[in-house]
């Protein structure tokens, strides 16, 4: 029954970091006014306070008590595969795909380039803004080979493409190639996205390949800068 408290003191608390009641960068109640609070011990209010440090939630300062740490962004993996669609799924907040742009255009140098294709190839464009939590802070812009992605819907781009290619089409989607950096924010950033006064935007371009190691999507992903933290996982090599 103890661990069942400390649990549900820890999911309160939490509920209330993310609605906003309690603040970044304020301090939690202290240990004795939590104790007054949920009528419970002190050991279970530490238990509590431990795994919301854990999590990265708080940050414990002795003397000073417990601080709210920034928890208004999303993680987005840089090393994984992941689709939008496994990103909401995960993260359980309310979100949508809005379909921009979808059609079928013939490459610029750019393209050509960025692909490996030549002029007698054609190419996917697609644009969506994705919205969370009823915000647009990603704009994706994705250009496929047709050679590889014969043919995309509006309804295909607004649920999964990976999806439709990996269980339609029955490719296998590999590895990526990617390249971050921060660039000002475009007239397409600010016409589809919320940028709430921000002038610069987090590019992640992915070159992504099948496992045949054929290049087939080219992908720039526009990110709102307050939104998003880029996770990764390293591990150091001992030689």
């Known amino acids: 029954m103890k661990e069942n408290k ?36 002190r050991e279970t ?16 300062i002795k003397g000073k008590g417990s601080i709210v740490l920034d928890v208004q962004k999303y993680d987005f993996p840089v090393s994984g595969l992941v689709s939008f669609k496994e990103l909401a799924q995960k993260m359980k907040q309310p979100s949508r795909t809005i379909v921009c742009e979808l059609e079928l255009v013939k490459p610029n140098d750019y393209l050509k380039k960025h692909l490996n294709i030549t002029n007698k190839d054609e190419v996917w464009k697609v644009i969506r803004a994705r919205e969370i939590e009823g915000e647009k802070i990603i704009l994706d812009k994705d250009y496929f080979n047709k050679k590889y992605v014969p043919s995309l819907t509006k309804e295909i781009c607004e649920d999964s493409i990976y999806e439709y290619i990996e269980n339609e089409l029955k490719l296998k ?29 987090v590019v992640v371009k992915n070159f992504v390949y099948l496992d045949d190691a054929s290049l087939f999507q080219y992908t720039e992903s526009r990110h709102r800068l307050d939104k998003f933290r880029f996770v990764d996982f390293a591990r150091r090599s001992h030689q």
């Open 173 to 201: 989607i590999s590895f990526a190639k990617k390249e971050i950096s921060v660039d000002q924010a475009t007239d397409e950033d600010y016409q589809y996205l919320d940028l709430e006064g921000y002038n610069h935007v």
């Open 45 to 60: 209010i530490r238990k509590a306070l431990n795994l919301l440090s854990e999590h990265g939630y708080i940050q414990k």
């Open 6 to 41: 400390y649990l549900a003191i820890y999911h309160d608390l939490l509920l209330k970091i993310r609605q906003g009641i309690f603040k970044a960068n304020e301090k939690l109640p202290s240990e004795n006014e939590l104790v007054q609070q949920y009528k419970t011990s």
